[in-house]
């Protein structure tokens, strides 16, 4: 059933990924591992359950893909951001923090900008000298002619 983003249920709600922080533990107190999905899906299954929603701490197959498939969604945005490396190794895909951890989309939203900002400025630079030299054409015109 929906939830009305007005309601205090909505207001009241957790906006922090507890699976996210855990992951990131799991990670920060193992820099010299890798790991697979399923390894942090049940790591975070035995140490901190309460990070997955009360339906998926049931002992049925659906509940550990769908638990698997949450880890994964983490994992991979992880990657995406620069905070986790993956490398597949004998067809699994292990997973490990990063050094220093960095932000493409940010980085990019940085020099984009930046760069518009250049081409800007090189276009009033020219705009300017091509008033400069439209100037002078019109003096040169005007000696030319004797209006002057």
Known sequence: ??????SDAWSNGS???????????LFRNNLDK???????TKWLLEET???????????????????????TSRLEKKVW??????RS????LYYTSTSGGHYPIADLEDKIPRKFDELENK?????????ERIDHIEYRIQEEIGYL
Do not use: C
């Not at 359950?49 to 880890?71: G, H, M, T, Y």
């Not at 276009?123 to 008033?131: A, G, R, T, V």
């Open 15 to 25: 906006s922090i990924d507890f699976i996210e922080i855990e992951i990131d533990n």
């Open 89 to 92: 190794i004998d067809g699994d």
């Open 123 to 131: 276009i009033n630079n020219e705009s300017e000298s091509l008033k």
């Open 1 to 6: 059933m929906p939830i009305d983003i007005d």
């Open 49 to 71: 359950p309460q990070v997955f929603p009360q339906k998926l701490l049931a002992s049925s197959d659906n509940a550990e893909w769908a638990r698997l498939a949450l880890v």
């Open 81 to 86: 951001y620069n905070h986790a490396e993956v």
């Open 34 to 40: 890798a790991f697979t999905a399923s390894e942090i």
